[in-house]
C-alpha cells in the first residue's frame, strides 16, 4: 500500500513562533495534495488543496499567509504554520492524491501544542 | 445543514457484536462513499469504498448505500477490541470529500 510520512510526528512551541511540517509521499507520485486539520473529537476539516509547483487554494476562513504551503514536488509538500498561537492547535493531516490510483492517502499526522 | 451527518457518538459493544455506523447526507451529486478508519493520534486509512447502491462486503465489513434515502451505513461483524477507533464517513463529487465527524467505538473484551 501507499506510504505516506509525516514530519514531526507532535511538536510544542512558544506562541508566536513558526513551525514547518513536512508531508511525503514515499512510493507513489502525488499530483494533489490535501492539508486537513482535525480539533479534538471533531472531523477533518480541509484547509487547503495544492497542485504541484502551483499557489495553493485555500478554504474559506483559512488565512493563506498564516498557513504557508509548498508542494515543491511530487514527493513533498510542507505546511508552516506562521506567528503560532494557542488556537492553533490541532491535529494536521496531509493527504497526498496519486494520481495512478486516483486515491487520497493519508499521512500519520502531526500534533501541534502552542503554550 | 450539514452536507453530511454522522452520530459521534460513542458507541459501547461488548466483543463479538455487530456494529451498526450510519451516515446521512444532504447533496445527491456526491458519487462516492468510503469508509475510513482512525485510531488515536493516527491519519485516516481507508477501509471500504464504494460509488453505487447496495452492499459491497469485505471481511468483517460490509458497506451499503442508499442513494435514494441518502443514507450510508456501515456493518462491522464479530467485531473484536482491535476495531476500537472511530470511523469516518466521507463522500465525494469530483475534486471534493466531505468527512463525517467520525463515530467512535469502543469494543469491550
Known amino acids: 500500500g501507499a506510504v505516506v510520512s509525516q514530519h514531526p510526528s507532535w511538536v510544542i512551541c512558544k506562541s508566536g513562533t513558526s513551525v514547518k511540517i513536512e508531508c511525503r509521499s514515499l512510493d507513489f507520485q502525488a499530483t494533489t495534495m490535501f492539508w486537513y486539520r482535525q480539533f479534538p473529537k471533531q472531523s477533518l476539516m480541509l484547509m487547503a488543496t495544492s497542485n504541484e509547483g502551483s499557489k495553493a487554494t485555500y478554504e474559506q476562513g483559512v488565512e493563506k499567509d498564516k498557513f504557508l504551503i509548498n508542494h515543491a514536488s511530487l514527493t513533498l509538500s510542507t505546511l508552516t504554520v506562521t506567528s503560532a498561537h494557542p488556537e492553533d492547535s490541532s491535529f494536521y493531516i496531509c493527504?497526498?492524491?496519486?494520481?495512478?490510483?486516483?486515491?487520497?492517502?493519508f499521512g500519520p499526522g502531526t500534533r501541534l501544542t502552542v503554550l | 445543514q450539514k452536507e453530511v451527518e454522522q452520530d459521534p457518538g460513542p458507541l459501547s459493544v461488548p466483543e463479538g457484536a455487530i456494529v451498526s455506523l450510519n451516515c446521512t447526507y444532504s447533496n445527491s451529486a456526491f458519487q462516492y462513499f468510503m469508509w475510513y478508519r482512525q485510531y488515536s493520534r493516527k491519519g485516516p486509512e481507508l477501509l471500504m469504498y464504494?460509488?453505487?447502491?447496495g452492499n459491497k462486503e469485505d471481511g468483517r465489513f460490509t458497506a451499503q448505500v442508499d442513494k435514494s434515502s441518502k443514507y450510508i451505513s456501515l456493518f462491522i461483524r464479530d467485531s473484536q477490541p482491535s476495531d476500537s477507533a472511530t470511523y469516518l464517513c466521507a463522500i465525494k463529487g469530483g475534486f471534493k470529500t466531505i468527512f463525517g465527524a467520525g463515530t467512535r467505538l469502543f469494543v469491550k473484551a
Open positions: 493527504s497526498p492524491l496519486s494520481g495512478t490510483y486516483n486515491e487520497q492517502f
Open positions: 464504494t460509488y453505487s447502491s
